[in-house]
C-alpha cells in the first residue's frame, strides 16, 4: 500500500473499523494502549514495542501480527514502512507529531490525538497490552539494547550482516531448548544423588577369591600345563 491509498484509507474512515494494511492496524492499536497506559511513544519506541510483541506471539507458539518485515538496522530491528504509516496517520489527523526541543538529538515524539478503537484482533491487542504494560516505560535506549539481547538479533550479530531478515522463530526454538533442559534438570533432581552400597566391593572381591582358583586351574588346562 502506497502513501497516498494509505492516507486515502484512513481519510475515508476505514481506519475505525478494520484497515487493509495490517501494520497500519498495528500501530494505531499500539498508540491506543499506549494511550489508556499513559506510556508515551516516538519512533524508536513503536518498532522496539511492535517487535517485542510479534517476537513474544512467536515464541508463545503463534504468528507475528505487526504487518513489519523486520530486518537488522542501524538501531536494531526495524521496517522503514513505519514512515509510510506514520505519515498517513499523521496526515489523517489522528496521530500529532512534534519535536522534543529538550532533545539534543532531536526526538521526535507521536501521540494520538483521536479517541478511537484499536483495529487489531483481541489476542493480539492482548499480546501488545502485555508488551506495553512490561516495557512501555523504558526509553528509546533501553529497548534499543533489549531487542538487541533477542535470540533473532543475537544471530544476526554473529552472521554480522546488517540488513538481514531477522528469524522469529529463533525465539519459539531458544524457549523450547530452555523448557526441555529445565525438564531435565527437575527430573535429575526429582531422581536424587545416586548412592553407592557401601557392601557391594567386599562382596565382589569375596566372589572373585572364591573362584580364583577355579579360573587359575582352567587358564593351566587350557595352556597344556595340567
Request: charged letters at 30%; proline letters at 5%; a negative charge.
Amino acid at each position: 500500500m502506497t502513501i497516498s491509498s494509505c492516507e486515502s484509507e484512513v481519510t475515508r474512515g476505514m481506519i475505525f473499523s478494520q484497515p487493509e494494511d495490517p501494520l497500519l492496524r498495528s500501530v494505531l492499536s499500539l498508540f491506543r494502549v499506549a494511550w489508556d497506559q499513559g506510556r508515551v511513544l516516538n519512533r524508536t519506541k513503536i518498532a522496539k514495542l511492535l517487535y517485542l510483541a510479534d517476537l513474544s506471539a512467536v515464541e508463545n507458539g503463534g504468528v507475528a501480527f505487526s504487518g513489519a518485515t523486520w530486518r537488522w538496522e542501524n538501531y536494531g530491528p526495524f521496517d522503514p514502512a513505519q514512515y509510510r504509516v506514520e505519515d498517513a496517520l499523521v496526515a489523517s489527523g489522528l496521530i500529532e507529531r512534534t519535536q522534543d526541543p529538550r532533545n539534543p538529538c532531536g526526538e521526535v515524539r507521536l501521540c494520538l490525538v483521536e479517541d478511537i478503537d484499536a483495529p487489531l484482533d483481541p489476542a493480539s491487542l492482548t499480546v501488545l497490552g502485555k508488551i506495553v504494560a512490561e516495557h512501555g516505560d523504558r526509553s528509546a535506549a533501553q529497548l534499543r539494547d533489549l531487542t538487541y539481547e533477542t535470540a533473532p538479533m543475537v544471530q544476526a550479530q554473529t552472521d554480522g550482516e546488517r540488513g538481514v531478515l531477522l528469524d522469529l522463530n529463533r525465539a519459539r526454538r531458544r524457549k523450547q531448548y530452555a523448557a526441555l533442559k529445565e525438564r531435565y534438570r527437575a527430573r535429575a533432581a526429582d531422581r536424587g544423588p545416586v548412592e553407592s552400597d557401601p557392601g557391594v566391593g567386599e562382596d565382589l572381591l569375596a566372589e572373585m577369591a572364591e573362584f580364583a582358583e577355579i579360573r587359575r586351574r582352567a587358564n593351566m588346562k587350557a595352556l597344556g600345563e595340567e
